[in-house]
Each structure stands twice: as structure tokens, then as C-alpha cells.
């Protein structure tokens, strides 16, 4: 053992036990990533208001996040950017039923940077590469291709689709110039300064895109979650969900 | 119950495999040489190029990659020169293969040229051996174990790609996204449980297979190290 090993050790322990003193109570919010903006307002200011509650937040696809609740990651308020998911959660009976209510609306663009020519739904086959969402957890994604389908353009399109992660990520890549354009919100597409709205997707092409928000079966266990939990549903958040460019239900 | 892009993510995985491989293996041989027999300044830094995607994160390789190759990468004006795009393909997945697969590659060649006495080198040189045949007649024959043993690590490495891979070329089915890229889609998703559990019992068929063979050719070269 050499002279360095004792402070070594010391400050081996000292990192390994960081973070375990004494916690402040910790209420667990998965969120739809579009909704980071509103959620990191709202938390910041309950925070402040309520010293002693740490929100932790966990943003991402609303798929994604669904199927972390269903495994047992940590979650007490669930904001989804898709009624699906909600209800898929509902039947396994890890939300509570009654506590499901959809906060916000959102719509549908096509963004690219300046220069890309596509003005509708029937310009996108002439596009090289386009991304979307992963269908398959991205609800911004099964939007796209709901619409996609409903244009009668998914099978020219089917091999030039990019998946992201989630629709921030798309929202990069038309933002890199890595692809000619992204489905993205509304919402996100006002947020980024180096692509455009090129179209708004009709409504009729897709289903309504609605956020509920939920308490987990593991949040209504919890006083301090509920507390937090009511204020999504309160008349709070509304400022913040409109400046941000969401609709109200 | 797997579909069709899950195939394609199947076959382009060995595809991009295989392809980065052949690529790399002169550059591969090259380098071990280099590593095995020169004497130069500066030895310790082209070693330590060499490994460093060994260390580093994937993710960390994959992003340096794009901000070379990018739409907006240093190289972009040259690519666009020549008509070539690179991001977003499947040749771009073929790249993140090579910078990550190489130093496997290198590492198993310049063990089994290390083994090799070079007194064979000078002897069949005096006998009136051009380099070339020095090269085709000693070196690679006496290093073919390592070199197929590289391949076969450098290979399955490939398959495995995925940090470098999903951020140079996307995550396009039927087009880019190779077998591990299929199963995060999968993963990711509720109710994807069984096509990712089916992708991963594919994936870690090709693995062991690869392995096999690996192994097999380990063994055949120590038994053959004692015989001889």
C-alpha cells in the first residue's frame, strides 16, 4: 500500500457518499420533452415557494418515458405529449384514473432552414431526408406519420425518414442542416432561430395533439407529489403554456 | 413478427461489418508493421492515435465525425466539391466502424508479427527477395492468424457499433439503421418487448458465431505455437 492510498481512499468515500446527506424530498416529473420549458418554470418557482422539495425532472419521447414508468423508474407525475400513453398506463393501473387531465394542445410543422422548398404535404417526396420522431415512442413521430399516411405520401417517404430520439432531437437535425426538414411542434419550431415554419401540417391529416398529465400509483403515495400535482391542474400554469405558444384546451 | 426493415437492419449490420473490415485491413497490416518493427520519434503518439478510440466513448468518436463530415463540417466544402454526402448514409455508419474497429484490427496483426523472427526477413532478402516478397511470402502468411483473428474481432466489434453510429448515420429503417440501432427503437417503446428480445437473440447468435470462430483460430495457433 503506498503512501497516496489513505488520502485516496478518503476521497474515494468522500465522492461515493456525496449526494447521500440529508435530502430534501424529491418529487419525480417525466415529462414529454416539447413541455421543458413550461415544467422547468413551473418547478423553479415551487421550488422556491416550497424549500425542502427538489423536482427532479426526466424529460424525453412520451413513449420512452411510458415504458420507463411501466419498469419501475422512478416517477410521480407523468406529462405526456400523447393520450395514448396515459391510457396504456391507466389499464396496468400504474396512474391513477382520476387523476388523468389533458392541460394543453399543441399543432403540427414542418420546419427547415431557409432555402428548402416545400410549401404542403405533397413537396416532401422531392426532399432527400426528413426527420421525424420514432413512431414508434415519439408521439410527435406517430403524428407525422399519421399524417404522412393521410397525404397518401408514406411509402415514397419511408426511406428517407431520420428517427429521432425525440422531437428535440429532430428539431437538431433540420437545425444542422443534416436533413432538409423535421416534423416538429409549433411550439419547439418558435423556439429555434436557424429553421422556419415552411407549413403547418392540416389538422384534419392527424389526431389532436393533447397533453394529460397524471399521478403515477407511486406519486399518489406521496403527499409533497400530489401537492405539485395539483398545481399542473390549477389555473397556474396557464400563462407559461400560452407565452410558450401551447393551446388551451 | 419481425418486419421487413428489421431484415434490412440485420443484413446491413454484417454488410457495414464486413465492409469496414476489408477496408481497414491494409491500412490495418500497414500500421501493425509500423508498430511491430519501426524505430522512429514519435512511435509513443502513433500508438497512442491508434488506441484511442479504444478508450474513448463511442459517442465522443461519433461527434468529433460529425463535426468533420457534418452539412456543416470542417470537410463539408470538400465533400460537397466532389459530390460526395457522407452523413446520413450507410457509408458514414462504415466510417464510425473503422475508427472504433481499428485498433483491434491493429492490435491482434502486430502481435502475430512480433512472434515472427526477422532473422526470416534478412534471410530471404539475402537469398535475393524483393521486399514484396518478403512481404507476401513471410510476413503475411506467418501473420495470417492474426490477421483473420483482428478480422474477426474488428467485425464483431462493428455489429456492436452504436454511440459513433447513431449520431453520423441517423437512425433511417431500411437505409442506416443497422441491428443495434432496430433493438433501441425497440427498447425504447412500450410494448416493443418482443421484436427487441427476437433482435437480441439474432444479435447475440452472430456474436457467438463470430467468437467461435475466433476462438477456434486462437487455439489452432497456440497448438500449432507448441508443435512448432
Known amino acids: 500500500m503506498g503512501k497516496g492510498f489513505r488520502p485516496a481512499l478518503f476521497l474515494f468515500a468522500a465522492v461515493m457518499l456525496s449526494g447521500s446527506a440529508v435530502r430534501a424530498e424529491e418529487?419525480?416529473?417525466?415529462?414529454a420533452h416539447s413541455m421543458k420549458e413550461v415544467v422547468d418554470e413551473l418547478s423553479a418557482?415551487?421550488?422556491k415557494s416550497h424549500p425542502g422539495v427538489k423536482i427532479v425532472r426526466n424529460y424525453g419521447a412520451s413513449g420512452a418515458l411510458a415504458k420507463q414508468v411501466e419498469a419501475g423508474a422512478p416517477a410521480y407525475i407523468f406529462l405526456s405529449a400523447s393520450v395514448d400513453w396515459v391510457e396504456r398506463l391507466k389499464k396496468l393501473r400504474l396512474v391513477e384514473a382520476d387523476s388523468v387531465t389533458v392541460i394543453a394542445s399543441n399543432a403540427l410543422v414542418f420546419v427547415g432552414r431557409e432555402g428548402v422548398k416545400a410549401a404542403g404535404m405533397n413537396d416532401l417526396p422531392a426532399l432527400s431526408r426528413i426527420a421525424i420522431g420514432s413512431p414508434k415512442s415519439v408521439p410527435a413521430g406517430e403524428y407525422a406519420s399519421q399524417a404522412m399516411a393521410s397525404a397518401k405520401i408514406a411509402k415514397k417517404m419511408a426511406k428517407k425518414l431520420v428517427l429521432a430520439r425525440d422531437v428535440r432531437e429532430a428539431l437538431l437535425?433540420?437545425?444542422?442542416?443534416?436533413?432538409d426538414g423535421a416534423f416538429v411542434y409549433r411550439t419547439d419550431a418558435k423556439r429555434s432561430k436557424s429553421v422556419k415554419v415552411l407549413f403547418e401540417v392540416p389538422q384534419e391529416l392527424y389526431d389532436k395533439v393533447a397533453y394529460p398529465v397524471a399521478l403515477t400509483a407511486a406519486g399518489a403515495k406521496k403527499p409533497a407529489a400530489r401537492a405539485f400535482f395539483d398545481l399542473f391542474r390549477s389555473a397556474a400554469p396557464k400563462p407559461v403554456l400560452k407565452r410558450m405558444g401551447f393551446t388551451l384546451p | 413478427m419481425l418486419v421487413p426493415?428489421?431484415?434490412?437492419?440485420?443484413?446491413?449490420?454484417?454488410?457495414?461489418?464486413?465492409?469496414?473490415?476489408?477496408?481497414?485491413?491494409p491500412a490495418g497490416f500497414a500500421v501493425a508493421g509500423l508498430l511491430a518493427f519501426g524505430k522512429f520519434r514519435g512511435k509513443m503518439a502513433v500508438e497512442i492515435v491508434v488506441n484511442l478510440p479504444l478508450t474513448l466513448p463511442p459517442v465522443v468518436v461519433g461527434y468529433l465525425l460529425l463535426l468533420l463530415l457534418g452539412e456543416r463540417g470542417v470537410l463539408a466544402p470538400l465533400l460537397h466539391a466532389l459530390g460526395i454526402r457522407l452523413i446520413f448514409t450507410w457509408k458514414a455508419a462504415v466510417i464510425a466502424s473503422v475508427v472504433v474497429g481499428f485498433p483491434l484490427l491493429v492490435r491482434a496483426i502486430r502481435?502475430?508479427?512480433?512472434?515472427?523472427?526477422?532473422?526470416?526477413?534478412?534471410?530471404?532478402?539475402?537469398?535475393?527477395?524483393?521486399r514484396r516478397d518478403a512481404l507476401f511470402s513471410i510476413l503475411v502468411p506467418l501473420s495470417m492468424r492474426g490477421i483473420l483473428a483482428g478480422a474477426s474481432l474488428m467485425f464483431a466489434r462493428s455489429l456492436g457499433e452504436f454511440g459513433a453510429?447513431?449520431?453520423?448515420?441517423?437512425n433511417m429503417p431500411g437505409r442506416t439503421q443497422t441491428l443495434p440501432l432496430a433493438i433501441y427503437d425497440y427498447a425504447a417503446a412500450p410494448g416493443g418487448e418482443s421484436a427487441a428480445g427476437l433482435l437480441c437473440v439474432v444479435s447475440v447468435a452472430i456474436s457467438v458465431v463470430v467468437l467461435f470462430f475466433h476462438e477456434w483460430l486462437s487455439r489452432r495457433a497456440?497448438?500449432?505455437?507448441?508443435s512448432g
Do not use: H, M, Q, W
Not at chain 2, 426493415?5 to 473490415?21: Q, R
Not at chain 2, 453510429?165 to 441517423?170: C, E, F, Y
Open chain 2, 111 to 130: 502481435i502475430s508479427l512480433e512472434a515472427i523472427d526477422p532473422a526470416l526477413v534478412k534471410v530471404s532478402r539475402t537469398l535475393g527477395a524483393t
Open chain 1, 45 to 47: 418557482g415551487y421550488e
Open chain 2, 5 to 25: 426493415t428489421d431484415y434490412e437492419a440485420i443484413l446491413l449490420s454484417l454488410k457495414v461489418g464486413a465492409a469496414a473490415t476489408l477496408l481497414s485491413l
Open chain 1, 173 to 179: 437535425y433540420a437545425e444542422r442542416g443534416e436533413v
Open chain 2, 165 to 170: 453510429t447513431i449520431l453520423v448515420a441517423g
Open chain 2, 222 to 226: 497456440v497448438r500449432e505455437g507448441l
Open chain 1, 27 to 31: 418529487v419525480f416529473v417525466a415529462a
